[in-house]
Every structure is written in C-alpha cells, then in structure tokens.
C-alpha cells in the first residue's frame, strides 16, 4: 500500500491488504498470548509473595521462571503476529510457532517441582 504510514512499516509495508477478518483475528492470538503472559507474570508474583512450605531456594527460582517464561510468551507473540500478518500480506501459509512447546514444557516443569516440593 502505498503511503502507508501505519507502524511497523516492515509488517504494513508489504504485500496486498488482506480481509480484516483474518486481520483481527490474528490480533485476537496475539491479545491471547498477552493474557497468558499477565497470567503467568501474577502466578510467578504470587508464588514468590505468598509463604508456601517450600524452600526459599526452590520458590524463588520457580517463581522467576514464571515471570521469564511470560517475557519470552509476551516478545515471541508479538513476532508471531508480525510474521503471520506478512505472510497473510504475501499470500503465504500461515509460519508455525515453537513457543507453545516452550511454553508447555516450561509449565510442566513448574509444576512438577511444586509437586516434589508439596511432599
């Protein structure tokens, strides 16, 4: 589209304008992705406030890998939405994401060392 002043120039810049629907829809995922993070930003803040019958040295750690996995959920789904919205832009298929397995295995993880430390 020419004259298009709409930001990031690299995302909007390119290609043809596809349907909106498609388009809001690929902005619903990203708004989704961004509630997971809040989710697990208040989990990993919860974890590390409340005074659970665990250790110091394995709540804390918890509770940071919570809050980093949330960073990197927040940041992967922003590009996740830059490079769908390209590809839509070029006609493309749809590129996959391995931030649902990271984010899987992160959370099982978390969750079963809070099991080992319940016992």
Partial sequence: MSGDRRWP??????????????S??????LLAWLRTALA???GGVALDALDLPMSDA?????ALLL???????????????????RAMRHGTP??????GAVLVAGI???????????R
């Fill in 9 to 22: 120039g690299w995302v909007y810049g390119i290609g043809e304008e596809p349907d909106p629907r498609v």
């Fill in 24 to 29: 809001f829809a690929n902005e619903r995922t």
């Fill in 40 to 42: 697990l930003i208040a």
């Fill in 58 to 62: 394995l709540q804390r750690p918890l």
């Fill in 67 to 85: 809050v980093l996995l949330a960073l990197v959920s927040a940041v992967a789904s922003w590009f996740r939405w830059a490079r769908a919205e």
């Fill in 94 to 99: 749809l590129p996959s994401s391995l931030m």
């Fill in 108 to 118: 099982v993880v978390c969750g079963a060392l809070l099991l080992v430390a319940a």
